[in-house]
Nanobody, 119 residues
Framework: QVQLVESGGGLVQAGGSLRLSCAASQRTFSRYAVGWVRQAPGKEREFVAVISSRTAYADSVKGRFTISRDNAKNTVNLQMNSLKPEDTAIYYC???????????????WGQGTQVTVSS
């Protein structure tokens, strides 16, 4: 069982930056594919980024968001720059032993953290 805890969400003006972190309880977390998925009000969940031995990004965030992992701290981070109002959503960290790329198929999910970008 993998427990995931997100942090770093908040309110930021358009053009600003935020850094989300996902901390895991599992010692072998470095072996998992870890992704970020977001859900805006009234919309379905949307793939944002994933990292395993490779990374992948949604077209809407390429060039603005960067996913990385710190295996020593058992964390995966999402650096979000040049934020736009349409990035407003609850951001979930998720993990799985298998890499599913942009399909975002995960067995383990965090509780989510709110990101709000004002115009």
């Amino acid at each position: 069982q993998v427990q995931l805890v997100e942090s770093g969400g908040g309110l930021v003006q358009a053009g600003g930056s935020l850094r989300l972190s996902c901390a895991a309880s599992q010692r072998t977390f470095s072996r998992y594919a870890v992704g970020w998925v977001r859900q805006a009000p009234g919309k379905e969940r949307e793939f944002v980024a994933v990292i395993s031995s490779r990374t992948a990004y949604a077209d809407s965030v390429k060039g603005r968001f960067t996913i990385s992992r710190d295996n020593a701290k058992n964390t995966v981070n999402l650096q979000m720059n040049s934020l736009k109002p349409e990035d407003t959503a609850i951001y979930y960290c998720a993990a799985d032993q298998y890499y599913s790329g942009t399909q975002a198929e995960y067995n383990y999910w965090g509780q989510g953290t709110q990101v709000t970008v004002s115009s």
